[in-house]
């Protein structure tokens, strides 16, 4: 069964934090480094993505979690894995490798997870998450300089492009274009899936388009409104457009209530645990994640739910438990203008 057919039939389940679950394993740089890099010229602790190459056994098992824990989509780790944020670690050679062993690691997982269930299950898919890199093609990182650009467009589109490239390769089902708070960089990650795909001649994986509202003003940080960025990336022909990050479930529901009645698309919503507490940690245990998910269910405003930062497994299991006997979103009928 494809995913539409799926997403017509019930609210499907995305999974949790990736890095959240990675700091227990409270990794030293030692650990990051493995045998490959342990003579790599700068320090390398923090940079997730590299796990794919150093630790894989560590992602692949993170995977597991959220499918048992039963998330239908699972995210590859590659949430920085394009040459512009590697760039940080001086590691941009590596973009291409990390995405393509990312996919074939979360694509593994799936299947080691569905023929050791019983009775085997399908219908489980890999998003390649496509974060929204360090560099940002609205904003000016010099306040002296407003015009000033730390990146080109072509320079991001030739950066996500290698990334797109590595996950298709990899063996994804779907392209996540995620955490959006600049609508310009995700235009070029947008860009770079359908050149990707024109220049392979192959039919293009299905896109998923998730942005971030910052705060209680209701806009990304590059100052557009929800409608705004909607009607920003429509041309792209999403499988669903959400949100993530930033914001709490309880935080988070003005935002998905007002996009649920803006998009043709499947929405999706996958909040942090809720805000975080003075130390940078999230306290909002999994009952209280699920409860406010359920409310958005039983209003009919999502299709798709999971969670974002400081969710763990635990947390994806309560959504999952809270949602499954509640009827998805159901898609309105766009009337053609143009007719």
């Known amino acids: 069964m494809n995913i539409k057919e799926l997403l017509n039939q019930r609210i499907l389940i995305i999974d949790g934090a990736m890095g959240t679950m990675i700091q227990r394993y409270k990794l030293s740089e030692t650990d990051y480094r493995g045998e490959r890099f342990k003579d790599w010229g700068s320090d390398i602790k923090g940079n997730n993505d590299l796990l794919c190459l150093t630790q894989p056994q560590i992602i692949k098992a993170i995977h597991k979690e959220y499918l048992e824990a039963g998330a239908d989509i699972i995210e590859t780790n590659t949430f920085n894995a394009q040459r512009v944020s590697l760039a940080d670690y001086n590691m941009q050679s590596l ?15 799936v299947e080691e997870f569905s023929a050791s269930s019983q009775p085997p299950t ?26 000033f650009r730390a990146l080109t467009f072509d320079e991001a589109v030739e950066a996500y492009y290698e990334q797109v490239k590595g996950l298709a390769e990899g063996g994804v089902d779907l ?11 995700a235009k070029a990650a947008i860009f770079a899936i359908k050149k990707y795909f ?69 929405v999706s919503a996958y909040p942090n645990a809720g805000l975080p507490n003075a130390m940078g940690e999230y306290d909002e245990q999994p009952e209280e994640t699920a409860c406010f998910i359920e409310d958005w269910a039983k209003e009919g405003f999502v299709n798709i739910v999971g969670g974002c930062c400081g969710t763990t497994p635990d947390h994806i299991r309560s959504i999952a438990e809270h949602v499954k006997k509640i009827q998805p979103r159901t898609l309105p009928v766009v009337e053609n203008i143009y007719a």
């Open 198 to 266: 024109r220049d392979e001649k192959k039919a293009s994986l299905p896109i998923m388009i998730s942005g971030t509202i910052t705060d209680a003003s209701g806009r990304t940080l590059s100052g557009q409104t929800l409608e705004a960025f909607y009607n920003s990336v429509a041309h792209a022909k999403p499988l669903s457009v959400g949100l993530n990050c930033a914001l709490g479930a309880k935080e988070m529901r003005s935002h998905i209530e007002e996009l649920s009645q803006l998009a043709s698309c499947y």
């Open 122 to 147: 399908v219908n489980r898919f890999v998003a390649g998450a496509i974060g929204p890199m360090n560099k940002t093609l609205s904003l000016s990182p010099d306040v002296n300089n407003p015009g």
């Open 95 to 109: 973009a291409y490798e990390i995405n393509f062993e990312a996919a074939k690691i979360a694509r593994e997982a």
């Open 175 to 185: 392209l996540l274009i995620e955490t959006i708070f600049d609508t310009l960089n």
